[in-house]
C-alpha cells in the first residue's frame, strides 16, 4: 500500500539493492519502447530518453531525502514522547540518540502515502492518492491488455515463419469464423476469471516467485538483443528510422516516463539496503545501466525490423520471424515470456490498488461494513482496467497516456512537493544546522521549481497534441 509504516524487511547488500532496482524498472515499459523510438526518430528518442533518464534519477534523490527527514521527524517525535515520560517518571532511560543513530538515518520503511500524511496537507494528500490511483489503473488496463495479446498472437498462429511481413488487423480470422479481436476478448475474460477473484484477497509475491519472474526477463531481454544484433551483423536488418519526427514525441514522453518509474517503491527498495553510505552512487549506477540498456535494445529493434511492423509488445516481433529466431521452442518462449512475467504482477498491483482506495476513504477510528470492504472496493478495482483493455488493446497508447498523466505526477509532481516541504517542516525543528547526510545534490531550490516547470510544460505539450491530433481526424 502507498501509505503508511511497514516492515523494513530482510537486509541486503548494495549490490542486491542495485538489482532490485534493475529489476523494477525494467519491465512492460521496456517491451513498448522500440515502437515508440521508430516513431519519434532516433536521434530525437536518444536526445529526450538521456533527459528524461536524468530527471527521474533527480527526482529519485529527492524521495531518498524526504525518506531521510521523514525517519528524522519520527524519530524526533519519538524523543520527545520519551522526554516528556522522562519528566513524569525518572526511571525511564533517556534519549534515542544512544540509540547509535544519525537523526537523518534511513531505518524504518516509511511509503510515499505516510511520507505526504507527514508532509503536504489534506488536500496534497487526497491528491497524492488520487494521482497513485490513476496511475494504478493505468498500470492494471496495460497488464490485463498485454497477457491476451500475447496470447492471441501465439494462438491465432500468426508465428508462421512467412508472418514477419504481415501486419494483421483485428478482423482477420484466427479460428474459422472466430476473429483476431474475438479471440484476444474470449482470453482476456480468461484472464479476468482466473487472475480477477486475487482482488478479493490478499496476495504476496514471494522471494522464488520474485527470482523466476527476473530469470525469466534477463534471459528473455538478451536472447532479443542478441538476435537483432546478430541479424544487423549479417546485413540483413529491415529498419531504416527516421532521424527526428515530432509527432511520435508525446507518446515517446509518456513511454519513456513509465520506462523510469520507481519512484512509489523506494522504500521498500532502499530502506532495506544493509550500507547506505553510498545509496546515492548505486542509485547513479543503476540509472546510467538502465539507460545502456534502454537505447541497446531500442536501438538494436529500430534497425533490425521495418518500423511499420514493429509490434506494440516487441517480444512479438520474434515469434513471426523466422529469419531472426528459426527455433520454434524459443519463438514460443518469447510469445508467453509476458504471459508469465506480467501475471505475477496484476494480483499484486490490484490488491495495492484495492489498498489506497480504503486509504483514501478511511476515517480515523471508522471501519467499513463487509460488503463495501471484501465486495465494493475489489469490484472498483477491477472492473475499470478490464473495461478499457476490453474497448482497446493499443499498449502503446496505454502506456503513452498513463506515463503521461498520472506517471508524471508520481515521477516528477509528488517527489518534488515532497522534498519542498520535508525541508520546510524539519527547519523549524532541527535548526538551520542540521544536515541530512541524504539530502539530494540537486539541493537548491531551483531544481525542484525546474521539475514543477518542466513537468507542467509536459502535460500541456502532451494535451494539445492528444487535442490537435483529434481534430485532424
Same mark, same amino acid.
Given at each position: ?15 542486491v539493492?542495485?538489482?532490485y ?13 522500440p515502437k515508440a ?28 531525502e ?10 524526533w ?6 522526554e516528556?515520560k ?41 491528491m497524492?492518492?488520487i ?8 498500470d492494471?488496463?496495460?497488464y ?6 500475447s ?9 508462421s ?5 504481415v ?66 551483423g ?15 514525441v ?30 546515492g552512487?548505486? $542509485? &547513479?549506477?543503476?540509472? !546510467? /545501466? ?8 531500442? #536501438? +538494436?529493434?529500430?534497425?533490425? @525490423? ?17 529469419? $531472426? &529466431?528459426?527455433?520454434? !521452442? /524459443? ?8 504471459? #508469465? +512475467?506480467?501475471?505475477?504482477? @496484476? ?20 471501519t ?5 470492504d ?5 469490484l472498483i ?10 474497448c ?20 516528477y ?49 502532451v ?7 483529434e481534430?485532424?481526424k
Amino acid at each position: 500500500m502507498a501509505g503508511g509504516i511497514t516492515e523494513t524487511g530482510e537486509p541486503y547488500s548494495p549490490f542486491v539493492g542495485l538489482v532490485y532496482m534493475f529489476n523494477l524498472i525494467v519491465g512492460t515499459g521496456a517491451l513498448t519502447m522500440p515502437k515508440a523510438f521508430a516513431a519519434a526518430g532516433w536521434v530525437v528518442s536518444l536526445s529526450l530518453i538521456v533527459f528524461l533518464a536524468f530527471m527521474s534519477y533527480m527526482t529519485t534523490t529527492f524521495v531518498i531525502e524526504a525518506m531521510a527527514a521523514a525517519n528524522a521527524q519520527l524519530r524526533w517525535k519519538r524523543r520527545e514522547q520519551e522526554e516528556r515520560k522522562l519528566l513524569i517518571c525518572f526511571c525511564q532511560s533517556v534519549s534515542t540518540e544512544r540509540s547509535g543513530h544519525d537523526h537523518f538515518d534511513i531505518v524504518e520503511r516509511v511509503e510515499m502515502g505516510q511520507m505526504a500524511s507527514m508532509f503536504f496537507n489534506k488536500v496534497g494528500v487526497n491528491m497524492f492518492y488520487i494521482c497513485i490511483i490513476v496511475y494504478l489503473y493505468g498500470d492494471l488496463a496495460i497488464y490485463a491488455a498485454a497477457v491476451p495479446i500475447s496470447l492471441m498472437e501465439v494462438a491465432c498462429g500468426n508465428h508462421s515463419c512467412s508472418a514477419g511481413s504481415v501486419k494483421y488487423n483485428d478482423t482477420d480470422a484466427c479460428w474459422g469464423s472466430v476473429t483476431r479481436k474475438d479471440a484476444y476478448r474470449v482470453f482476456l475474460s480468461v484472464f479476468t476469471l482466473l487472475l480477477g477473484p486475487f482482488t478479493f484477497f490478499n496476495a504476496q509475491k514471494t522471494k522464488y516467485l520474485q527470482i523466476l519472474t527476473s530469470l525469466m526477463r534477463w534471459i528473455a531481454f538478451t536472447m532479443m538483443i542478441v538476435l537483432a544484433l546478430i541479424r544487423i551483423g549479417k546485413g540483413t536488418g529491415e529498419g531504416h528510422p527516421p532521424v527526428a519526427s515530432l509527432s511520435g514525441v508525446p507518446n515517446l514522453f509518456g513511454v519513456c516516463v513509465y520506462s523510469f518509474m520507481c519512484q512509489h517503491s523506494l522504500p521498500s527498495l532502499v530502506t532495506p539496503i544493509s550500507d547506505k553510505k553510498r545509496v546515492g552512487s548505486l $542509485v &547513479l549506477a543503476d540509472y !546510467v /545501466l538502465i539507460l545502456g540498456f534502454y537505447v541497446l535494445l531500442s #536501438f +538494436t529493434a529500430i534497425f533490425c @525490423f521495418d518500423s511499420s511492423l514493429l509490434h506494440d509488445m516487441y517480444t512479438l516481433n520474434f515469434t513471426d520471424n523466422c529469419d $531472426v &529466431l528459426d527455433i520454434p !521452442v /524459443l519463438r514460443y518462449f518469447l510469445g508467453l515470456f509476458p504471459v #508469465f +512475467t506480467i501475471s505475477t504482477n @496484476f494480483p499484486i498491483i490490484a490488491v495495492t490498488l484495492r489498498n489506497n482506495w480504503k486509504t483514501l476513504f478511511h476515517r480515523d477510528g471508522g471501519t467499513y461494513p463487509w460488503v463495501v470492504d471484501r465486495v465494493v472496493f475489489p469490484l472498483i478495482t477491477l472492473v475499470p482496467p478490464i473495461v478499457v483493455a476490453f474497448c482497446t488493446h493499443n499498449l502503446e497508447t496505454l502506456v503513452g497516456i498513463t506515463g503521461s498523466y498520472a506517471g508524471t505526477g508520481i515521477q516528477y509532481v509528488i517527489p518534488a512537493f515532497l522534498v519542498f516541504f520535508s525541508r520546510r517542516h524539519l527547519e523549524p525543528v532541527m535548526g538551520r544546522d542540521a544536515v541530512n547526510k541524504h539530502r539530494s545534490p540537486f539541493r537548491h531550490a531551483v531544481w525542484v521549481w525546474f521539475v514543477l516547470l518542466w513537468a507542467a510544460f509536459c502535460l500541456m505539450f502532451v494535451t494539445a497534441n492528444i487535442i490537435l491530433t483529434e481534430t485532424k481526424k
